[in-house]
Nanobody
Framework: QVQLVESGGGLVQPGGSLTLSCAAS????????MRWYRQPPGKERELCAV????????TYADSVKGRFTISRDNAKNTVYPQMNSLKPEDTAVYYC????????????WGRGTQVTVSS
């Protein structure tokens, strides 16, 4: 059973930092690129960051580039988006995503973790 469990969300002041995590299970984590999305209140879900299977290549949305850093630990089956210089507009539910192939073919999502940036 494929599972993605996000954690680490919470309330943070503008300018602050937060590191989320996504623990994966049920598939060969080291074979797949991982994605982080977010959904601000009242808006559509948007892609924030992508990391390749080895962690060698990362890409970011313009809205988070230079402030967010995504990394992964394949030994722990976990991916970590570190978020710095947070702004109120970063307030959203953050989701982990993987698209699998083979017998587990499909898009899988975690339940999300809430990040609120407010003074």
């Amino acid at each position: 059973q494929v599972q993605l469990v996000e954690s680490g969300g919470g309330l943070v002041q503008p300018g602050g930092s937060l590191t989320l995590s996504c623990a994966a299970s049920g598939f060969t984590f080291s074979n797949y690129r991982m994605r982080w999305y977010r959904q601000p209140p009242g808006k559509e879900r948007e892609l924030c960051a992508v990391i390749t299977s080895t962690g060698g290549v990362t890409t970011y949305a313009d809205s988070v580039k230079g402030r967010f850093t995504i990394s992964r630990d394949n030994a722990k089956n976990t991916v970590y988006p570190q978020m710095n210089s947070l702004k109120p507009e970063d307030t959203a539910v953050y989701y982990c995503n993987v698209d699998l192939g083979g017998t587990l073919y499909g898009a899988y999502w975690g339940r999300g973790t809430q990040v609120t940036v407010s003074s």
